[in-house]
Each structure stands twice: as structure tokens, then as C-alpha cells.
T-cell receptor, first 111, second 116 residues
Framework: GNSVTQMEGPVTLSEEAFLTINCTYTATGYPSLFWYVQYPGEGLQLLLKATKADDKGSNKGFEATYRKETTSFHLEKGSVQVSDSAVYFCAHRGSNYKLTFGKGTLLTVNP | DGGITQSPKYLFRKEGQNVTLSCEQNLNHDAMYWYRQDPGQGLRLIYYSQIVNDFQKGDIAEGYSVSREKKESFPLTVTSAQKNPTAFYLC???????????????FGSGTRLTVV
């Protein structure tokens, strides 16, 4: 069945450090892939997405590339800020239109 | 601006009471969803609806009920049968049209329900 596996947290980094949060998926067909971010006490916001193989989604300095050969969509940022502290969810959406989410990764960035 | 609105933001319920959480969207989305989030946990799907007057159970539907009488609205009732209702509840919506369906969900800002 469809599933998403993402790196377990929590992840703690110092400001300006490099961030990688790994995400792999299992799905049939060619799902769309997403990263969502949730700030404390809020709902989820779409951070970036990719709809086909080799697409790169990017937003606010974050990037992720749709790798069909490795079924991965790892999130990266070259220099994190304190304001990036949040929970990050990887997700995919297949032909049934339903999103399948990973369990989320808590990121804390210290000054 | 189009969006999805959940109300109230905080809700307190006495044991044995039913409570209803509101979710309204003006995005013209066909599909709507309810998720439950517990502290430090991921999202668990409660119910979803892809068309008016129709809805399906998600992974944890027991103790919850929904209705979809209008495209814009998808209220969730937490009944007294739900044994552990204290949680953060998130509503979402999406298009089911080909092309647009490859976009993601739009989420509301959530309702935090506490049993007192």
C-alpha cells in the first residue's frame, strides 16, 4: 500500500547549519510529492511540491527533488534560521486524491 | 482571499457531552477532510468527503460523526462515545479535478479540544 517514511526527530541544529530531512515513499503510479510545515499551535502550510520525476520544488530557501529511482523526496536547506523551527511533514498524493503523510519531524534551530 | 476556516480555535468539553467543530471553505473544493493530531504525533484521518452528501470513514472514525450538506461546509461532531477526545483537530480541503488534484491540501488553523 501507499506509505511515507520520514526521518525521525527531533532534529536540533545551530543557526546557519545545513538541514536534511529524509523522506521515502511507496506508491503505485506517479504520485505528487509534498512537504508541509507546521508552526506551533497552527495548521499545516504547504512548503513545496513536485509533481513529476526530477522536478525540484523550492520555497523560502528549502528544496526537494523528486527522485523516482530512489523513491525519495529529501528536504534540504543550506542555512537554517531560528524561525525555521517547526514540524515538517512529507506527503504524497496518488490517483485516489488522498494525501498520505509521514509522521513528521520536529526541527529546533538554536541561536 | 479564499481559504478554509475552523472554529472555534479552542473548545472545552465536559465528559459525556457532544461537541461540533466547524469547518468552512470558500475555495470551491470538492473534497474535505478531518484529521486528528496528538502531541508529538502525526496526522490520523477521521473522515473525508469527496462530494456533497457523501463521506467515508478514515482510520479512526469511531466516536466521531460528520455531515456534508453543503460543498462549503464539513462539520465534525465529537460524540460522548469518543473515549479520548482531547487533541488538535485539523480540517483540510482539496480539488478532485484532474490537474488541480495534483496540488496539495489546504489546511485550516485547527481547533484544540480539551475535555475537562
Amino acid at each position: 500500500g501507499n506509505s511515507v517514511t520520514q526521518m525521525e526527530g527531533p532534529v536540533t541544529l545551530s543557526e546557519e547549519a545545513f538541514l536534511t530531512i529524509n523522506c521515502t515513499y511507496t506508491a503505485t503510479g506517479y504520485p505528487s510529492l509534498f512537504w508541509y510545515v507546521q508552526y506551533p499551535g497552527e495548521g499545516l502550510q504547504l512548503l513545496l511540491k513536485a509533481t513529476k520525476a526530477d522536478d525540484k520544488g523550492s520555497n523560502k530557501g528549502f528544496e526537494a527533488t523528486y527522485r523516482k529511482e530512489t523513491t525519495s523526496f529529501h528536504l534540504e536547506k543550506g542555512s537554517v534560521q531560528v524561525s525555521d523551527s517547526a514540524v515538517y511533514f512529507c506527503a504524497h498524493r496518488g490517483s485516489n486524491y488522498k494525501l498520505t503523510f509521514g509522521k513528521g519531524t520536529l526541527l529546533t534551530v538554536n541561536p | 482571499d479564499g481559504g478554509i476556516t475552523q472554529s472555534p480555535k479552542y473548545l472545552f468539553r465536559k465528559e459525556g457531552q457532544n461537541v461540533t467543530l466547524s469547518c468552512e471553505q470558500n475555495l470551491n473544493h470538492d473534497a474535505m477532510y478531518w484529521y486528528r493530531q496528538d502531541p508529538g504525533q502525526g496526522l490520523r484521518l477521521i473522515y473525508y468527503s469527496q462530494i456533497v452528501n457523501d463521506f467515508q470513514k478514515g482510520d479512526i472514525a469511531e466516536g466521531y460523526s460528520v455531515s456534508r450538506e453543503k460543498k462549503e461546509s464539513f462539520p465534525l461532531t465529537v460524540t460522548s462515545a469518543q473515549k479520548n477526545p482531547t487533541a488538535f483537530y485539523l480540517c483540510a480541503s482539496s480539488s478532485t479535478l484532474e490537474g488541480l488534484a495534483r496540488g496539495g491540501y489546504t489546511f485550516g488553523s485547527g481547533t484544540r479540544l480539551t475535555v475537562v
